[in-house]
DNA sequence: GGCCCAGTACTCGGATACATGCTGTCCGAGTGACTCGGG
DNA sequence: CCCGAGTCACTCGGACAGCATGTATCCGAGTACTGGGCC
């Protein structure tokens, strides 16, 4: 049960299109090139990105990709349920239905309980998710990586901006 | 990015092992026939939780498993980390590495600042799960399951007991 | 009758096929900006 | 100089291999019960 790899990178380049003048699109073969990933796989987390309104995308030269929203606005959950999909990570089958000791017509009224448990912890990783934004990984950014590199990385952005 | 089936299966028989008075154990083949599973595969399951320390098995015509410790010592973090792995389930590829802005000496202190939110959410998501042991499960059963029901599996799993 | 031993039936455990889904690639259709020729 | 047709670059979407992992199955190794033979 690992998480795709299109989550990491669906999140690295949003967070690289905070970079990006309200103006501009940046498309998905730089944004490709900046990571070092298979242009056209790359392609399909944006698409997905798109889908779900949180990249607004336009076509033709200087199309590509801009954040929708501030990245205020924007949360890892949101990114990566957009790739991953909105299902929980845990399905339950309902196995205790195949229990022989149990009338053929039983009917319950809540959700197994098993299930219950891994629906918690479930929803304590979305939650710990959706309470993190863009703008939050931005200011944490500013800490971690030296100013200049944070400098060039935005001019070289605004280099291939469309 | 969902929990194989095996999770669903060994948290289900963990349960039933529960019932089990302490010197007995359970076979394979009669933990498959309560819960409608193919025996061959749940017993990989089985063998995962046996591996990890949580079982105990025994050979033979009267062998099986039983629970290695106490229901209120056994979380469903464990049962858990036993059948899907203890690897965290955002895997950082470091393709912060590829920023063509980036010296290419350059050399991280920190984790990947994206990757650190992700396995803060995994963090969340096992502590919820480490504090649910199988004795919480057992007192939610005795809420949501009428009494007859569970007497009379408890003692189907006498009756299988070996 | 009691004890020992070989056979048997049953179990777990590892090794082996099949299916599903992720990963990666390719190509055609559609769209907007740019270019260039004509008025 | 202005306008319009053509060209180009880019996005989007689907279709297609390759591979890893989950799913399912089979067979061998080992152990406890069982029945018979022997003391």
Redo the contacts with the bound molecule.
Sequence with gaps: ???????EWALHCCAILCALPADK???????AEFHG?????L??A??AL??AGL?H?????????RLARKPADITFLEIVEAV??KERTFICNNIRANNPCRPKDFCDVKPCAVARVMWQADKAWRDTLSAATLADLLDTLQVDVPADQLASTAQWVLKRA?
Excluded: C, H, I, R
């Design positions: 049960m690992n998480l795709k790899s299109q989550v699109y940046l498309s998905t073969k730089a944004l990933v298979p242009k056209e796989y392609s399909k944006l698409q798109s889908q990249v995308t336009t076509l033709g030269p200087t199309g590509g990709y991953e999909g469309g």
